[in-house]
């Protein structure tokens, strides 16, 4: 019976002290009364490997014992809801907050490494966030409970009602939001630092003078996407903020598509220049100016249909809104 | 003793008849010890009357019932063992009582529910049906 008394001792180690004695002596009768049983039904007594089944029916010694203790929140569950709002809204603020120091810092041209370092310090920042969050909802948690705050709510200060349904999940806007804050250090950094975009192909092409010239430009479309994500973060509801948003954002970008395409070389031959790669970069150069033409058009699409969801929802209704215009 | 469901729902299913016994359980419990009982005895005679329990669940709840007052308890020895007998306690008795008459509402309640439900619609919206319309 040595497997009985270790598994008793194992519970027993996980109990509150004031119960151990109790709970264990009666678990002991239970078990002894089962092997018992058995034994009188099989008229031998149990295998180790009997012994061993028998045990295993009964539980993992720490769910057996976690039974015995009442349950206990560190966030209690009703204020859970308000504790997860406030952490995600402090967590993306600071975000944004990095992400844009990080931005600032790729556009002055200091090193992808020195950019790339601030957001990589956002794990601890987001780890501090939580421990001081978490430990002021206690707080308030104790609080709340000693003046009854539920007990003296008043229906009428509740929101109003909302139209509008988040689109996207929060693990989707989440990654959203980290990538485009990536995507655009990268960018940026790499503009200054050509061999982060060509890698080793920088030896036969550059960016033509052009892509500095918008420099500036692109640095306001980076940190005005990574504003634009954000918001999906903080407000995942706010579907007319949003449509705003991508309308800047699509006419953003219908500027920098202007000065691409009046840009007579978008690529200029690197430092190697091996035979046949003038006609390379002529053929890139007129892909090139054929793709962002191709991309302004479905860009101006999008923005119209922007433009109708703007109008839509200012009429309530699509049918009332062209009924403006026809 | 359930019939098994094999699908996806399964889960489902089981969550909710745990939650269904729940309430149930405890008034079970309460009526067995009328009569002194230790735990393997007591889950033994829920056992034969239908009703399985597995120690993880029962010896915490009647610790739970026992520090609420509505069982007393006393270590004794039998066949050589210490053991734990329970029993049922004054407040535990009065307790009953009304549970028991909770029971007892809430199940006619139920069957009336189902009764309607299954008489159709014609019969929830206040139309007479033919089978109750008066025979002219």
């Given at each position: 019976m040595e497997l009985i008394d270790r598994y008793l001792q194992a519970v027993k180690w996980m109990l509150p002290r004031k119960q151990q004695n109790d709970v264990v002596g009666e678990l002991n009768d239970e078990i002894l009364s089962r092997v018992e049983e058995k034994e009188d039904a099989l008229g031998r007594p149990l295998t180790e490997d009997e012994q061993v089944a028998l045990l295993k029916q009964m539980g993992h010694p720490m769910l057996v014992?976690?039974?015995?203790?009442?349950?206990?929140?560190?966030?209690?569950?009703?204020?859970?809801a308000i504790y997860w709002m406030v952490l995600r809204l402090i967590l993306a603020v600071v975000f944004v907050a990095m992400a844009i120091a990080a931005v600032s810092v790729a556009a002055t041209g200091q090193g992808l490494g020195k950019a790339l370092g601030i957001i990589f310090r956002y794990p601890f920042a987001a780890l501090s966030i939580f421990a001081w969050v978490t430990t002021i909802f206690v707080v308030l948690d104790i609080v709340q409970v000693k003046f009854d705050f539920f007990g003296k709510w008043d229906p009428r200060t509740l929101p109003k009602l909302s139209k509008t349904k988040p689109r996207h999940s929060m693990i989707e806007s989440v990654v959203g939001l980290m990538l485009s804050t990536i995507l655009g250090v990268w960018w940026l950094v790499g503009l200054k630092h050509q061999f982060w975009i060509f890698g080793p192909g920088y030896e036969f092409v550059h960016f033509g003078p052009v892509w500095q010239t918008i420099y500036p430009l692109f640095v306001v479309l980076v940190v005005f996407g990574v504003i634009r994500t954000s918001v999906d973060v903080a407000r995942p509801g706010w579907e007319r903020g949003r449509t705003w948003f991508?309308?800047?954002?699509?006419?953003?970008?219908?500027?920098?598509?202007?000065f691409l395409f009046n840009a007579a070389e978008l690529f200029v031959p690197g430092s190697a220049n091996p035979p046949g790669m003038a006609e390379v970069l002529k053929g890139l150069n007129i892909a090139m100016h054929i793709g962002v033409v191709a991309v302004a058009i479905v860009t101006v699409m999008q923005m119209g249909r922007d433009?109708?969801?703007?109008?839509?929802?200012?009429?309530?209704?699509?049918?009332?809104?062209?009924?403006?215009?026809f | 003793m359930f019939r098994?469901?094999?699908?996806?729902?399964?889960?489902?299913?089981?969550?909710l008849r745990s939650e269904l016994r729940r309430g149930s359980l405890i008034v079970a419990v309460l009526a067995e010890l009328r009569q002194e009982q230790y735990g393997y005895t007591l889950r033994k005679s829920l056992e034969e009357h239908g009703i399985s329990m597995d120690e993880g669940t029962l010896y915490p709840l009647l610790r739970r019932l026992e520090s609420q007052g509505l069982l007393a308890s006393e270590w004794r020895e039998q066949d050589k063992r210490n053991k734990r007998f329970y029993r049922l306690s004054p407040q535990g008795e009065v307790i009953l009582t009304e549970l028991l008459l909770d029971w007892e509402n809430l199940s006619q309640s139920l069957r009336a529910i189902l009764q309607r439900s299954q008489a159709g619609p014609a019969s929830e919206s206040g139309v007479p049906s033919a089978e109750a319309a008066p025979q002219d």
């Open positions: 014992a976690s039974r015995y203790r009442s349950q206990r929140y560190l966030i209690n569950p009703t204020v859970f991508r309308l800047i954002y699509r006419a953003l970008n219908l500027l920098v598509l202007y433009v109708y969801h703007l109008i839509r929802d200012r009429f309530d209704g699509g049918e009332r809104a062209l009924a403006c215009f | 098994t469901v094999d699908n996806p729902t399964a889960e489902i299913l089981e969550n």
